[in-house]
């Protein structure tokens, strides 16, 4: 029964997430639901169980979502973020219409915009290029999940998504970890989704199908007359990982932070102080990526300034919701007699090899099942970082390596149809699940396999 109440309410949650309601309100229903068919106690359930799992989650990562949310309206609101997709866009053309809109999404996602935030901004000009390429409107939203959702968001080093900052907690590392693993990541994702989508256009192109007609949410013709230029544009993204670089890696190491903080009225322990200075260095850097970005543009941004706080930080709110609520539904799941079979199942994955494939495989299974990358990785690590580090050192295995694979892994079957950003994209596009889901559930999958086979091609060579 135990068994068949996870599974239930999984199902359900993935089913009401799939037709459009919230999960803060159904995921402690379902969760508790889970809890019933365990014999285990309702409301104890609730309130000691998944709220308490819900608020460590905001504690934690709270800052993250406010100050990105708050620089991504920024670079909105300043039309900084309009002005990069649109010169990628004109200085590439139609004949490159995939690629440039992909190359847009990507600058804008690695330099910290949120992928909300991303899907708004190049939306108009991917349908307006795509339109005029005569290129089926279906491929824009997995074009896009191309750009924002693979290898800038949790493959490429130096990132500041969410996606990539959460383990440092647990390893100790920070946003470069693996730098060869990741980048060779991204170098595949990003040549073989390309390839996939020029291979779907043809094909399109071939049967005689064009960017189709009667859409809606088509793009209407926007101002451009307040838009700062591409340069002024880019100065935000590239401060925030500039100032991530430099404080990461040559101030904080060279800071005797350690004898104060470790010190009332701190009292932080030795082991957590190297990846909590590694989350001070991307606030402060988002902080003043933030400043820059309402600074390049005064024209914009004049009179637009509270609003454009209040929408971030109210945007922020619902985005940390949804995650931290699917945390705590994780979480209660964990705590049930029937999930431990699973849980034993996916840590003896290989267990007298390297732990990086039980972490692959565990990442990507809960980051299905909660529809979150940042919510699956989080309930993984919380069950089995400490087990997974230990592996490690035992094995040999970098920590940077764990870092780098539990990241890759989250972005890999979170993009199932009851993820939120895939809703939101499909959303933005005017599309359905049936008209364009599969082209992003094949991104999805050249993102998953990515990651198991730089698993492989590193048991061999051993780099990192």
């Not at 068919?37 to 819900?54: D, R």
């Not at 990628?88 to 909300?116: C, H, N, P, Q, R």
């Not at 189709?212 to 925030?240: Q, R, Y």
């Not at 050249?446 to 091609?457: E, Q, S």
Request: charged share 10%.
């Amino acid at each position: 029964m135990a068994v068949i109440g996870i599974i239930a309410s999984l199902g359900l949650l993935i089913f009401m997430a799939y037709k459009g309601f919230s999960v803060i309100f159904f995921a402690p229903i379902f969760a508790l639901l889970a809890a019933l068919f365990s014999g285990m106690s309702l409301l104890p359930t609730y309130t000691e169980v998944f709220l308490p799992n819900l608020g460590n989650y905001v504690k934690i990562y709270f800052p993250f979502f406010l100050l990105g949310a708050v620089f991504g309206k920024a670079m909105e609101e300043s039309g900084a973020a309009k002005s990069i997709a649109k010169t990628i866009v004109e200085k590439l053309g139609k004949d490159k219409a995939i690629f440039s809109v992909v190359l847009s999404a990507a600058i804008l996602t690695y330099g910290g915009v949120s992928l909300f935030v991303v899907a708004f901004a190049v939306y108009p000009f991917a349908a307006s290029i795509f339109k005029e390429a005569d290129i089926p409107k279906r491929l824009v939203p997995a074009t896009i999940a191309l750009g924002a959702f693979s290898f800038t968001m949790d493959s490429l080093p130096g990132t500041p998504q969410i996606q990539n900052t959460i383990p440092m907690k647990f390893f100790n590392t920070d946003l470069y970890a693996a730098p060869v693993f990741g980048t060779l990541g991204s170098v595949i994702m990003l040549i073989g989704g390309i390839f996939y989508l020029e291979w779907r256009k043809r094909c399109a192109q071939a049967s005689g199908e064009g960017y189709g007609s009667g859409h809606i949410n088509e793009p209407e013709t926007a101002d451009d007359k307040n838009i700062p230029n591409m340069w002024m544009s880019i100065i935000p993204l590239v401060a925030v990982l500039a100032i991530t670089l430099v404080l990461q890696k040559v101030i904080f190491p060279n800071w005797d932070i350690i004898s104060w903080v470790t010190q009332k009225p701190y009292n932080m322990p030795k082991d957590g102080v190297v990846g909590s200075m590694n989350n001070w260095a991307l606030i402060i850097a988002l902080v003043f990526g933030t400043i820059i970005a309402f600074c390049i543009n005064p024209k914009s941004m004049k009179g637009n300034l509270a609003r454009t706080i209040n929408a971030g930080a109210i945007g922020s709110l619902l985005a940390v919701m949804n995650t931290a609520s699917e945390v705590g539904f994780g979480n209660v799941i964990k705590t049930l007699p029937g999930f431990k079979s699973i849980a034993n199942a996916l840590i003896n994955i290989n267990p007298h090899g390297s732990p990086l494939l039980s972490e692959a495989v565990s990442v990507n299974v809960l980051s299905g099942v909660t529809g979150s990358a940042s919510g699956g990785m989080s309930i993984v690590l919380d069950m089995f970082g400490k087990k997974y580090a230990e592996w490690a050192a035992s094995t040999g295995i970098s920590p940077e390596l764990l870092h780098r694979v539990a990241s890759m892994a989250s972005g890999g079957m979170d993009t199932l149809p009851h993820n939120g950003a895939v809703i939101t994209l499909l959303g933005i596009a005017g599309l359905t699940h049936k008209q364009a889901y599969k082209d992003i559930f094949a991104v999805t999958l050249l993102k998953a396999g990515t990651c198991f086979f730089l698993i492989f091609m590193q048991s061999i060579f051993h780099f990192v």
